[in-house]
């Protein structure tokens, strides 16, 4: 069983930066692919990044905005927001899964409790 806990949401003008954690307790494994999804209200929760042993990905709305990384000796997954926009407003999630990287939030097996990121036009 894993654990995900989220960090770092907040209220920041357009522009500005966000930094969101999420740490991971429990069985975890290097080894899991990390992603971040997000949920804006009235919409679907949208893939936003992922990370595996071997490469990053990104959704195209936040690719040169947006860097995921892993500190595996901490069990923690970053994700760097920059240049945000109003329509990154969203609740953001962590997720893991046992194997490699997959796109849709429903092949993911363990989830945090969200963080609320708000970004003021």
């Known amino acids: 069983q894993v654990q995900l806990e989220e960090s770092g949401g907040g209220l920041v003008q357009a522009g500005g930066s966000l930094r969101l954690s999420c740490a991971a307790s429990?069985?975890?494994?290097?080894?899991?692919?990390m992603g971040w999804f997000r949920q804006a209200p009235g919409k679907e929760r949208d893939f936003v990044a992922a990370?595996?042993?071997?490469?990053?990905y990104y959704a195209d709305s936040v690719k040169g905005r947006f860097t995921i990384a892993r500190d595996n000796a901490k069990n923690t997954v970053y994700l760097q927001m920059n240049s945000l926009k109003p329509e990154d407003t969203a609740v953001y999630y962590c997720?893991?899964?046992?194997?490699?990287?997959?796109?849709?939030?429903?092949?993911?097996?363990?989830w945090g409790q969200g963080t609320q990121v708000t970004v003021s036009s």
């Open positions: 997720a893991a899964r046992n194997g490699e990287f997959r796109r849709s939030d429903w092949e993911y097996d363990y």
């Open positions: 990370i595996t042993t071997t490469n990053t």
């Open positions: 429990g069985h975890t494994d290097s080894t899991y692919a």
